[in-house]
């Protein structure tokens, strides 16, 4: 990959592989959503009983959809076992960075309806044509700028709406029913319009660190993890950038700097780093 953007540049690169561009790291992409999203409802889930909850995972830079399909799968799959499940109990499952071998907890009743939003500049048709799913060309500049993909879509039934807005029903005359929406600074009371970043092999392409730092802070505004699923540890991620560094062994927040292995996930030579907004309560 460095000779391809050495050769042609980054933009030019993907412009012209968009089309059929598949990352051949997928395995431990998987893998390490998985691993995240067990720990993220184990240790989160109390947090979604007291509001009429959704989650919505931004894919952004979401190449062919990677992230998008292990979310939907640990979805659906978490759903199936919850409900072939005899005990309530079986949802629960042993935590360990040993095991490589991560399997979808059980998700109840209690579990949000889950939404996705994409955007890639570059194989924005390619994901369409993989996933089903809309998506969205915006560029990291966009993002920084404040726009946000326009559609989202439900996984488990495929259906879409406008992000952020949601209609809610008040009331019903007769044949008619009125509903009225909620913007998402109303809604941001209860829960942030984006519960999770997801940036899978992309971020670290953002070379220019005033221009890092528009994308992440303008993120943390909107969302409340991002996860960062690379090869390596970049790109460094500065205090005061709207993110804290979070451990997702002992779920609490860590210093960038921490200990080799410490604050992140590996599966598959893929790396894995969390962080948690710090302009989120």
């Excluded at 799968?73 to 076992?81: D, V």
């Excluded at 109303?186 to 319009?193: D, L």
């Excluded at 730092?213 to 205090?239: C, G, M, N």
């Excluded at 002992?250 to 962080?275: D, K, M, P």
Aim: hydrophobic share 35%.
């Amino acid at each position: 990959m460095r000779d391809n953007y050495g050769e042609h540049g980054v933009a030019e690169y993907y412009t012209k592989v968009g089309a059929t561009y598949r990352n051949p790291h997928y395995p431990g992409i998987r893998l390490c959503v998985f691993d995240w999203l067990n720990r993220w409802w184990t240790h989160e889930q109390p947090r979604f009983l007291t509001i009429d909850p959704e989650v919505v995972l931004f894919d952004l830079a979401c190449g062919t959809g990677e992230v998008t399909l292990a979310f939907s799968e640990w979805c659906n799959t978490g759903k199936r076992r919850y409900l072939e499940s005899s005990e309530e109990k079986s949802s629960k499952v042993e935590i360990s960075r040993k095991k490589v071998a991560v399997e979808p907890v059980g998700l109840d009743r209690t579990f949000p309806k889950p939404r996705i939003l994409a955007s890639d500049p570059f194989t924005f048709q390619a994901f369409k044509d993989r996933t089903s799913f809309p998506c969205s060309n915006l560029s990291f500049d966009s993002i920084s700028e404040g726009a946000l993909p326009i559609e989202s879509v439900n996984i488990v039934d495929g259906t879409t709406r406008i992000f952020p807005y949601r209609e809610i029903q008040t009331e019903t005359t007769g044949d008619e029913t009125n509903a009225s929406i909620i913007t998402q600074d109303e809604a941001r009371e209860t829960q942030p319009a984006i519960e999770m970043v997801v940036c899978s092999f992309a971020l670290h392409l953002v070379e220019s660190p005033s221009s890092l730092f528009a994308l992440l802070w303008e993120l943390s505004l909107k969302a409340r993890w991002l996860v960062i699923p690379a090869p390596h540890k970049k790109p460094e991620i500065k205090d005061g950038w709207g993110w804290c560094r979070w451990d997702p062994d002992s779920w609490i927040a860590c210093q960038e700097s921490s200990n080799r292995g410490t604050g992140e996930l590996l599966h598959e030579r893929v790396h894995c780093r969390f962080y948690k907004s710090t302009n989120i309560s």
